[in-house]
């Protein structure tokens, strides 16, 4: 680095204000503040990263040509900045940065230009989708400053030009990330170089590609790649001056969408590819713009939220790529829009068909308990391009695209501030890590099924494991409903490979803050089946035969709080078998909690599985909460499970009928189902329900039922659903009087005395 060079970065580091929120800021000014400081960390170490990648760049006929990209990042920074601020020495960098970019050409050997066809009109600047829109929108910004020269100008737009073209040697396309950065790179370079001869095909290559995005599902799962695709088709809309992309209810969908699965920690929770607290300053930037576009306070609200506890998070690490989407963040924020909370607790977000996730919570601040459900299979929609990627780049270990096997997951867990269980992370190798890490069934907090019987003595992560191929599934929520006391959700896999489906039944026990979490199990094919469910931490701080405390310290080598640990409890004993074995997840060793059991099953035969998530303070006895916990099981083995809950709020009872489809008759006639035909008893409870709560307390029994006709509780009936006429029957059947059943019912009565009930 040359004296003068050294100077300038030597007052921009002097200049560079702390890394932290002042009271008295806008989140406008901080949002610029921060970028600045982004930006002279990234000066100040630019020419470093540069020559670290001359001497480490060893170009080859498979790698090809790449540039070092710090410069492209830095670039787009400064001209970004140039625009918020008018200030020249941010115009004078970016103008360097880029009229002298394709100089890095002459590390890459002539001798290679012949063994990459894509080469055959010479090698472009940028060789990386990822870069070309940032490069190009850099110039953009800059193009009318006064430290733009006709040598440099030359110099950005031949640079933008063969870019661009080389785009069309690989136009992928399809409602993702990748794709709508394509179509971005391209319409920047048209409007860069107007009077180019290929302008004309980038700009109608460019409406090609945005065309599948615009008004899309994304047939992406990835926490890290859906704000980089949203924020691709803001800027896109807005180079192309169209605002109806607002009015898209695809797009609305996805700010509330971030808004929903917001956590306690401060930012969207990990799913898919992706890692803990990464793509943040995307979220705020794509929050700022929703806020703005639809007047709403609770997306300028969660953009707050992310800020504050992201940015002592990652401090001076906020890099220039955190700058740039920070800088967007500030050209797009309306601070005249006051900050709104959020008021709702355990909803879906955001929907049973797209969305796929649930959200348990009891509360938006920062020690609320939070647990992340995701179901999302890969949906029957955006089946050409899903095509396309599985037959043009090795995508069989992921669920399309960027998305895990985390079908029926718990993907976060978190309480009093603490992380208790968290998701399995991004790969550490192309296209996947070791036994398909992080992406396969057995990195994630969910039951694992295998068609064929472990032996005794196998250890279960070598039997389990493979190398990781996705394999798919279909997935669906069953049901999902709130209430004062429990907010429960039923969702279903269906292996038609494997030939089982299985249901996660979650009851979240508000008064308790627990979870008891049914897996239910039913085989369609005959034959010997593995089962287990894993829960996965980084320390194990108990073990017992059935129970287990786990914590989670570390994610990917960064210390969270550890105010609470989990207890994990088995309420399930016979002939499973429980234990711990190592495995490696988010890049750190890890442990995962099993209970698993192997034997051969008939079809039409189902197993269970049920797990109690316990939240509680670090280093408390979990004898009490063990004792508290009591198994239920329904009269007739298979039919339904029950949990009974004692502590000094009386007597709980939580009851999940196992098979949904018992107590349909074969009659045709409707209904097609009685009380009696459906009927399964609970210890006190007795309903033909699909779900089932009741709390006993003294003289008075508080109850809540689901699909059901009847409930009856120490023999006593509480409800019942009223007779009707069923006159319309199939083939002009005779009339049939029957009971209904209702979708759901909630009363308190008296526990021993009779009274009027809705029958």
């Not at 002279?40 to 001359?54: I, N, Y």
């Not at 047939?219 to 896109?236: G, H, K, N, T």
């Not at 709080?561 to 890890?590: C, M, N, W, Y």
Request: aromatic share 12%; hydrophobic share 40%.
């Amino acid at each position: 680095m040359n004296m003068a060079r050294s100077a300038i970065v030597l007052v921009f580091i002097c200049m560079a204000p702390a890394v932290r929120l002042a009271a008295a800021e806008s989140p406008r000014e901080a949002y610029l503040r921060l970028a600045q400081a982004a930006y002279d960390r990234g000066l100040a170490s630019c020419e470093g990263q540069v020559e670290e990648w001359r001497r480490r760049y060893k170009p080859t006929e498979k790698t090809g040509y790449i540039p070092p990209a710090d410069p492209v990042w830095l670039a787009n920074l400064a001209g970004s900045l140039y625009d918020l601020t008018g200030r020249d020495e941010y115009a004078r960098e970016a103008v360097r940065l880029l009229a002298r970019h394709h100089e890095f050409k002459s590390a890459f050997h002539d001798s290679l230009r012949s063994t990459r066809p894509e080469y055959a009109r010479g090698v472009p600047t940028v060789t990386d989708f990822f870069q070309l829109p940032y490069f190009a929108r850099a110039y953009l910004y800059v193009r009318g400053a006064s430290p733009m020269t006709d040598d440099a100008r030359k110099a950005i737009q031949r640079s933008i030009a063969e870019s661009a073209d080389f785009i069309l040697y690989h136009a992928e396309w399809g409602p993702m990330n990748r794709a709508m950065l394509r179509a971005e790179g391209l319409m920047l370079a048209a409007v860069a170089c107007p009077e180019h001869p290929q302008a004309a095909d980038w700009r109608k290559l460019a409406r090609v590609t945005a065309a599948d995005s615009r008004g899309q599902w994304s047939e992406e799962d990835s926490m890290i790649y859906q704000p980089v695709w949203i924020s691709s088709l803001i800027r896109y809309a807005d180079l192309v001056d169209n605002p109806s992309l607002y009015a898209s209810h695809t797009v609305s969908h996805y700010f509330e969408y971030f808004l929903r699965l917001l956590s306690p920690a401060g930012m969207i929770p990990d799913y898919g590819d992706a890692r803990w607290n990464e793509c943040w300053a995307e979220y705020i930037a794509c929050l700022e713009r929703g806020a703005k576009e639809y007047k709403r306070g609770d997306l300028k609200w969660a953009a707050g939220r992310i800020l504050k506890d992201m940015v002592p998070w990652f401090g001076d690490a906020i890099d220039v790529r955190m700058g740039i989407a920070l800088a967007d963040a500030c050209r797009w924020a309306d601070d005249t829009i006051q900050p709104q909370s959020p008021t709702a607790r355990s909803q879906e977000a955001m929907d049973d068909l797209i969305g796929k996730k649930i959200v348990f919570r009891s509360g938006w601040n920062s020690d609320a308990d939070y647990m992340m459900l995701n179901y999302r299979d890969e949906g029957p929609y955006a089946r050409v391009p899903r095509d396309y990627l599985r037959q043009t780049i090795p995508v069989e270990e992921e669920k399309m695209h960027h998305g895990h096997a985390d079908e029926n997951a718990i993907c976060l867990l978190m309480s009093g501030g603490s992380v208790l269980l968290h998701d399995g992370g991004y790969r550490d190798g192309i296209p996947s890590g070791r036994f398909g890490a992080y992406r396969a069934d057995y990195f994630h907090n969910r039951l694992v099924v295998r068609p064929y019987k472990k032996h005794a003595d196998q250890p279960l992560f070598e039997f389990l494991r493979n190398s990781g191929g996705y394999c798919p599934v279909r997935t669906e929520k069953i049901d999902f409903f709130t209430s004062e006391d429990v907010d429960v959700s039923r969702t279903r896999l269906m292996d038609d490979r494997l030939g089982y489906s299985s249901d996660r039944v979650i009851v979240y026990v508000k008064p308790a803050g627990l979870y008891l979490v049914f897996d239910i199990v039913t085989f369609h094919k005959t034959g010997f089946y593995t089962l287990a469910t894993l829960w996965h931490a980084t320390d194990v701080l108990y073990q017992g035969d059935n129970s287990f405390v786990t914590a989670v310290d570390t994610i990917d080598g960064h210390a969270l709080p550890k105010t609470k640990a989990l207890l994990i409890a088995f309420l399930e004993g016979g002939d499973r078998k429980s234990g711990v074995f190592d495995i490696r997840r988010h890049r750190q060793d890890e442990s995962a909690v099993y209970q698993t059991l192997a034997s051969h099953y008939h079809a039409g035969h189902r197993e269970t599985f049920v797990t109690a998530l316990v939240p509680h303070r670090r280093g408390a006895d979990t004898k009490t909460i063990l004792g508290s916990l009591e198994l239920l099981d329904a009269k007739i083995p298979r039919e339904g499970i029950g949990i009974k809950l004692t502590d000094e709020q009386g007597v709980r009872y939580i009851c999940v009928k196992e098979d949904l489809a018992m107590g349909v008759l074969t009659s045709n006639a409707r209904p097609r189902y009685t009380f009696d035909s459906g009927r399964v008893r609970y210890g006190p409870v007795e309903t033909d329900a699909s779900f089932a709560y009741a709390r006993a307390r003294g003289d008075e029994l508080s109850y809540l039922a689901t699909h059901m006709v009847k409930v009856l509780f120490d023999g006593r009936e509480v409800f019942s659903s009223r007779p009707n006429t069923f006159w319309l029957q199939p083939d002009g059947g005779p009339t049939v009087y029957g009971l209904t059943k209702w979708r759901m019912w909630y009363d308190t009565v008296p526990r021993r005395h009779s009274g009027e009930t809705p029958g």
